[in-house]
């Protein structure tokens, strides 16, 4: 114990002298940095705001220091902006300047250090990322070839449901059913494949698997050795089950999916009229040297984590939101069976007859928020913001969250009221088109999922209300939507029991 106190001052004191040095040098600099908390030498501002920076906590910041503030945890700039001129700034006017993405150590071992397209820095390989993905994931197209499969899936979750005999007295988890739909939603889109039940074998193996790398990257356990690097030692037992984890998943989607998909194509060649699914425009640029077959697996990462995921948490908030807004479940089932009449359950060329459903997707997205603080930016050299000094490689969040739950922006932004999307707010969009309003960001580093996600939400969302009355669980007057928040993610804590009286349905 006396050696480990020991090497933990010399460290202490060797981190003090570092921070000496840097502050010094920024001081001499002359910069004229944002406001915030005063640092303290070696831990920065990190003792006193600790390792959840959550969109609530951030916020609260914001009201103190203003629109824009600095914290400086451990060696890192971290810059908070909490505005819609200065979301504008850092996503659209300036959206060269920060349109780079900060890794942290964990980051950089599930992302090969930006081989990906969602982490990689704002260059000449985004750019290529972004164009070989868009066409089989990204555009009209695909929504069109692939929408009938989605209503597939829904509808087998309502099967399912329906079959459960618990389902309508004690309740079902429904994020058990959801999850597989959103995992058969992206694996037909990729791979032309779909797992037939929740215990295949293969889905459970590639669940746990996705769980534990969300589990371990989204974690605030390992932030000392990112912030201070020179502790970075400690954290070799984390890494190294993170490193463990990135190889078998890697291997798994080669093995199981890329191998298989690669040998079907041997088979059984595909004319040129064809339809393609996504891995196959994918390989083809891997053909043609424009990537290399570590690019492949990273897309393949890329899509497990940042397309089930964070549609499968929206669905999840919508759910839990009509539950304890019982009037406003009937509302949106009144207009189902209004507009498309008893019987005919919702299709994704329905969505845009239907102002309360898509009043409800947009309001659970903005209380609600998958991904509060968006995916965080940063600024390769030194930039200036607001007048402002930010020093290169600066970590920028733009909290999305409070841009949407501010209420000076917003009137009582507390409340999950569908209805301001079709009065005060029925101009806003989820597409950016008012920065006050940024779910899925705006701008070159835009999540593209949007014209994914939103479909998928009308078709789960629509087709669950029109079969089911969606109670709390037996005993409880509210579902119990306490939030979990990550690095930048924002889930519902508790997968509750939601009792799920089928409905009587005209044909």
């Given at each position: ?209 996705n769980g534990e790398r969300s589990r371990l990257a989204q974690s605030f356990e390992y932030n000392y050795g990112d912030f201070i690097p020179i502790l970075r030692p400690f954290l070799r037992g984390y890494l190294k089950t993170c490193k463990e984890v990135k190889e078998t998943r890697l291997k798994l989607f080669k093995d199981f999916f890329l191998e298989e998909r690669k040998k079907l194509a041997s088979t059984r060649p595909m004319d040129s009229s ?112 607001s007048g402002y000094d930010i020093p290169a490689e600066s970590k920028i969040l733009v909290n999305a969250w409070y841009l949407a739950n501010n209420p000076d922006q917003w009137k009582r932004p507390e409340e999950f009221r569908p209805e301001r999307f079709l009065e005060e707010e029925k101009h806003v969009e989820a597409n950016g088109n008012d920065f006050r309003y940024l779910p899925f960001g705006v701008g070159r580093r835009s999540c593209p999922g ?58």
């Amino acid at each position: 114990m006396d050696l480990l106190f020991l090497e933990k001052l010399l460290v202490g004191l060797f981190a003090s002298v570092v921070v000496a040095i840097a502050v010094s040098k920024i001081r001499g600099r002359k910069l004229r940095l944002p406001p915030g908390p005063l640092p303290v030498p070696i831990f920065g501002n990190w003792l006193q705001v600790g390792d959840d920076l959550n969109h609530r906590n951030l916020a609260a910041l914001a009201r103190k220091f203003g629109e824009i503030f600095l914290l400086r945890m451990g060696q890192r700039n971290l810059v908070v902006v909490s505005s819609p001129p200065l979301a504008r700034e850092v996503l659209h006017t300036q959206g060269v300047e920060f349109g780079s993405r900060t890794r942290n150590v964990v980051f950089d071992i599930f992302t090969g250090k930006g081989q990906d397209m969602v982490f990689t820095v704002y260059g000449d390989h985004w750019r290529k990322m972004r164009r070989i993905m868009t066409v089989p994931f990204f555009t009209n197209k695909v929504v069109q070839q692939y929408h009938p499969g989605w209503e597939a899936e829904a509808a087998a979750v309502v099967e399912a449901v329906r079959a459960d005999t618990k389902a309508a007295t004690e309740g079902v988890v429904l994020r058990r059913h959801l999850q597989l739909m959103m995992y058969n939603n992206m694996y037909r889109i990729m791979f032309d494949r779909r797992f037939e039940s929740m215990d295949d074998p293969l889905f459970l193996r590639l669940r746990a698997l996705n769980g534990e790398r969300s589990r371990l990257a989204q974690s605030f356990e390992y932030n000392y050795g990112d912030f201070i690097p020179i502790l970075r030692p400690f954290l070799r037992g984390y890494l190294k089950t993170c490193k463990e984890v990135k190889e078998t998943r890697l291997k798994l989607f080669k093995d199981f999916f890329l191998e298989e998909r690669k040998k079907l194509a041997s088979t059984r060649p595909m004319d040129s009229s064809g339809l393609k699914c996504a891995i196959d425009h994918i390989l083809e640029a891997q053909q043609k040297g424009e990537i290399n077959e570590d690019n492949v697996l990273y897309i393949v990462e890329n899509i497990n984590v940042a397309a089930i995921e964070t549609t499968l948490w929206s669905i999840e908030w919508a759910i839990g939101e009509l539950v304890n807004h019982p009037e406003i479940q009937r509302k949106l089932r009144h207009e189902l069976d209004e507009v498309l009449g008893p019987g005919h359950q919702i299709t994704e060329p329905d969505a845009h007859k239907l102002p309360y459903l898509q009043a409800v997707i947009k309001e659970t997205l903005r209380l609600r928020m998958a991904i509060p603080l968006l995916v965080p930016h940063m600024n390769l050299h030194d930039a200036k913001l607001s007048g402002y000094d930010i020093p290169a490689e600066s970590k920028i969040l733009v909290n999305a969250w409070y841009l949407a739950n501010n209420p000076d922006q917003w009137k009582r932004p507390e409340e999950f009221r569908p209805e301001r999307f079709l009065e005060e707010e029925k101009h806003v969009e989820a597409n950016g088109n008012d920065f006050r309003y940024l779910p899925f960001g705006v701008g070159r580093r835009s999540c593209p999922g949007i014209i994914l996600a939103l479909p998928i939400l009308g078709i789960t969302i629509g087709r669950l209300v029109q079969n089911f009355e969606l109670l709390p669980p037996p005993g409880q007057d509210k579902l119990d939507t306490a939030e979990k928040g990550g690095q930048f993610s924002l889930h519902i804590l508790k997968h509750s029991n939601i009792v799920a009286k089928p409905r009587a349905l005209e044909h």
